[in-house]
């Protein structure tokens, strides 16, 4: 999953930016609101963290700039506590939730990965594919119901496969929701991982489409 964090206060973006991608999130992070409107706009982002008050563009006029252009990406916006800014305001330009500031780190990776279920298929956070089943809100992976240990990376490449369950999904869809904007090595970083799930969670279990992408199959034979 790749996130976007659009806030001015450096330090508070770049520790939001690192315990994320700790999380296993890819995560860009950019300063002003005109910067994220235009990243947003042309990313694949899966969700944005956007801070209300921000040199440029307020977080406001960002989030109804995208919305007006059909841009139905989950908003997680930050208001300041001094009462300034209406929460009620930020859900009317279309934010999907808001957390003020101060707020604790845990609470918003909670927020972040409920609105990322909120806006899955399913209601629940338990994928199953054949004999896989991909917790994606415990971050847990059991294969025939022995628990397989992946890192951070391999999970956030098999929830990619996993959301999409059967269907074909690209090199380049994994490494845009796997990784960041800065991210500018070999795309054959992709097979890299997907060998290494292979090796976890059996051979068979991530077929090949030859020059179109991956297909997680779920059977270990
Ligand atoms: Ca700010």
Redesign the pocket.
């Given at each position: 999953m790749r996130l976007l964090i659009v806030?001015?206060?450096r330090r508070l973006a770049l520790s939001l930016a690192k315990g994320l991608t700790a999380e296993g999130f890819a995560v860009d992070v950019v300063h002003d609101g005109t910067e994220g409107l235009h990243r947003a706009s042309e990313g694949a982002y899966d969700l944005i963290v956007l801070?209300i008050?921000?040199p440029g563009m307020n977080g406001y006029r960002v989030c109804g700039a995208l919305r007006a252009a059909g841009d139905d990406v989950p908003i997680l916006m930050l208001t300041a506590k001094d009462g300034e800014y209406d929460e009620a305001e930020g859900l009317d330009t279309g934010a999907d939730d808001y957390l003020t500031k101060p707020f604790s780190y845990v609470v918003l990776v909670a927020r972040v990965r409920a609105l990322l279920r909120r806006r899955g298929r399913t209601a629940s956070p338990v994928l199953t594919v054949g004999g896989l089943s991909v917790d994606t809100a415990a971050r847990r992976v059991t294969v025939d119901g022995a628990e397989a240990t992946l890192t951070t990376k391999e999970f956030a490449v098999l929830e990619q496969l996993a959301l999409r369950a059967g269907e074909v999904v690209s090199k380049s869809e994994i490494l845009e929701h796997v990784w960041d904007f800065a991210y500018d090595g070999d795309p054959n970083i992709v097979e890299v991982y997907i060998s290494a799930l292979r090796r976890k969670l059996g051979a068979k279990t991530i077929g090949t489409v030859r020059g179109a992408g991956y297909r997680l199959v779920g059977d270990r034979a």
């Open positions: 806030e001015d206060e801070d008050m921000l």
